[in-house]
T-cell receptor, first 114, second 113 residues
Framework: KAGVTQTPRYLIKTRGQQVTLSCSPI?????VSWYQQTPGQGLQFLFE???????NKGNFPGRFSGRQFSNSRSEMNVSTLELGDSALYLC?????????????FGEGSRLTVL | DQQVKQNSPSLSVQEGRISILNCDYT??????FLWYKKYPAEGPTFLIS?????DKNEDGRFTVFLNKSAKHLSLHIVPSQPGDSAVYFC????????????FGTGTRLQVTL
């Protein structure tokens, strides 16, 4: 069974640009959530999508947005990039959110903003 | 506002001994607690979880203990193996929020020979 696939794995952008990250969940998983990992901050929840609808949202500014397609694939977008947006962005999928909250994570997309 | 705290950034344990990783939380509305393990250049992988209505859950070498009155949980690994060397994240789920987990900042465990 293929795992969660995230693309691109690494990317470098400059301040003010925008970026789009992609996530393909495990086949059959309908819930996709996104997390930001920065040094010293752990993983911080960005948002979760289920059946193309945003189900939960974290405390991030409106520059961070996402969407989910009918095949459960998801994208997240960050506009007007700031230096502080440099981080590892992790996507996780689960069947429906999981009774125990068990999430399957991808390897992440490492974004560097210069 | 760090609702889930892992106060030890690192821990070193000898192979065969017990590893104890600790986690404290402040929000009484968490209903599930989970531990994830992360190797470099990989995403976190689920290890073990515990419901807030239980005080212990065991899976092989891994046991999680929950002390609700102290708002504290711990992960015990017995016996520790070199392959256990990784960063361990404690996470908590908000009641009724499905995949929204609040993570601690992680503890780097090194198991030495």
């Amino acid at each position: 069974k293929a795992g969660v696939t995230q693309t691109p794995r690494y990317l470098i952008k400059t301040r003010g640009q925008q970026v789009t990250l992609s996530c393909s969940p495990i086949s059959g998983h309908r819930s996709v959530s996104w997390y930001q990992q920065t040094p010293g901050q752990g993983l911080q929840f960005l948002f979760e999508y289920f059946s193309e609808t945003q189900r939960n949202k974290g405390n991030f500014p409106g520059r961070f947005s996402g969407r989910q397609f009918s095949n459960s694939r998801s994208e997240m977008n960050v506009s007007t990039l700031e230096l502080g947006d440099s981080a590892l962005y992790l996507c996780a999928s689960s069947l429906s959110g999981g009774a125990a909250g068990e999430l399957f994570f991808g390897e992440g997309s490492r974004l560097t903003v210069l | 506002d760090q609702q889930v705290k892992q106060n030890s950034p690192s821990l070193s344990v000898q192979e065969g001994r017990i590893s104890i990783l600790n986690c404290d939380y402040t929000n009484s509305m968490f209903d599930y607690f989970l531990w994830y393990k992360k190797y470099p250049a990989e995403g976190p992988t689920f290890l073990i979880s515990i419901s807030s209505i239980k005080d212990k859950n065991e899976d092989g070498r891994f046991t999680v203990f929950l002390n609700k009155s102290a708002k504290h949980l711990s992960l015990h690994i017995v016996p520790s193996q070199p392959g256990d060397s990784a960063v361990y994240f404690c996470a908590a789920r908000h009641t009724g929020t499905a995949s929204k987990l609040t993570f601690g900042t992680g503890t780097r465990l090194q198991v030495t020979l």
